[in-house]
């Protein structure tokens, strides 16, 4: 399992939980107004609106926020102008970052992602020093209950999806970026239930932390991803099983 998402599970335990819910909503809004804007909003035909809003549903957030958030996307409501930016850093280790904003002001948020990167032991990389790392993929999440892990790939792969893996009590299944939704659909048509799906960026290559370099890496990223501009923080680090206990527990 990618750093990013070991972190992912960590950072619920360390943080309040209202915080976190606020946060939340407030990427979610951003994520549903930007896709709304792209692709209309109408969510039959826009799957990125279709899986905004299915987060946000899930997240508990309130009917009239979402409809707030898709007419200020297709221009019935007045509303902020979205800006999408991806930023490049290098984290301890030689690791790398990629950082997904989306801003309604680049100055603020390339100084507060500078800033943050600076404070916590990275460094801020050029474009394309470290984005040919990463591929831009599907990914669905499904509990592990009674299919064994040989039949759900061969139900993943007959839908459509590149790779299946087993860890932590839950199947991750890869698709090609485009093919995401087709086949979370093909699964929930065969009786399977998805808990998650997202746009997802996974490295080619990762890179493994311990110590120092490890507890350093984890406060890093959950810094960057605290930042109010920042929808998303992708790395290759990992992290071995006993670092990973110690620092669920600081």
Known sequence: MSGHNKWSTIKHKKGKADAIRGKMFTK??????????????????????????????????????????????????????????????????????????????????????????????????EPGSVAYL??????????????????????????????????DGVFTITTEFGDLWAVREKLEAAGIAVADSKVAKTASLTIELAGKDAETMMNLVEAIDELDDVQNVWSNFDIDEATLKALEGA
């Open 28 to 125: 979610l809004i951003k994520e549903i107004t930007v896709a709304a804007k792209m692709g209309g909003g109408d969510p039959n035909g826009n799957p990125r609106l279709r899986k905004a809003i299915t987060d946000a549903r899930s997240n508990s957030m309130p009917a009239d926020n979402i409809t707030r958030a898709v007419k200020k996307g297709t221009g019935e409501l007045e509303g902020v102008a979205y800006e999408e930016v991806t930023y490049e850093a290098y984290g301890p280790g030689g690791t790398a970052i990629l950082i997904d904003v989306l801003t309604d002001n680049r100055n603020r948020a390339i100084t507060d992602v500078r800033t943050t990167v600076n404070k916590r032991g990275g460094k801020i990389a």
């Open 134 to 167: 990463f591929q831009t993929v599907g990914q669905i999440a499904v509990p592990v209950g009674k299919t064994s892990e040989d039949d759900m790939m061969l139900l993943a792969l007959d839908a459509g999806a590149s790779d299946v893996e087993q860890e």
